[in-house]
């Protein structure tokens, strides 16, 4: 049996230079830089972090590597649709002008974007997210 006592989630970028830029200056994150350029730490509290390591061959996963929860997807989508984010339209989602999925996860709103990375990462809001978050075993 595997006695597990933490987890680190990992996923790439082809230039973490650019991964820490955006990471810290347009989301705002709290990133760590690791030394010789092996990659960055995103701490995002309560103890969550993520390592993102510098992989020059990489080719970004077809779907959502994380999801951030936020406390209002519609504010955070306007906030960095101001900086320049451009959001992600699918095919098969009810997505409204601004790309937000109403009622995703049981109840709260969804987007998705693309770090420099072309790495997916949603936001996600609502009852249904932290229900979840709080016991994802169901």
């Known amino acids: 049996m595997v006695n597990v006592r933490n987890v680190l989630p990992t996923f790439a970028a082809n230039d973490i230079d650019a991964a820490r830029a955006f990471y810290a200056d347009t989301l705002g994150l709290s990133v760590s830089t690791l030394d010789e350029g092996a990659g960055i730490v995103l701490d995002l509290g309560d103890g969550a972090a993520v390592f993102v390591y510098q992989k020059d061959d990489h080719v970004p996963a ?13 504010e955070v989508v306007d906030e960095l649709a101001a900086q320049g984010v451009t959001f992600q339209h699918y095919e098969g989602f009810d997505q409204d002008e601004k790309g937000i999925v109403r009622g995703f996860m049981e109840g709260g709103d969804g987007a998705w974007f693309t770090d420099p990375a072309g790495n997916i990462i949603g936001l996600a809001d609502g009852g249904g997210m932290e229900a979840f978050l709080e016991n994802p075993g169901g």
């Not at 077809?62 to 519609?74: A, E, G, N, S, Y």
């Open 62 to 74: 077809p779907f959502t590597v994380m999801h951030l929860t936020v406390d209002d997807v519609d």
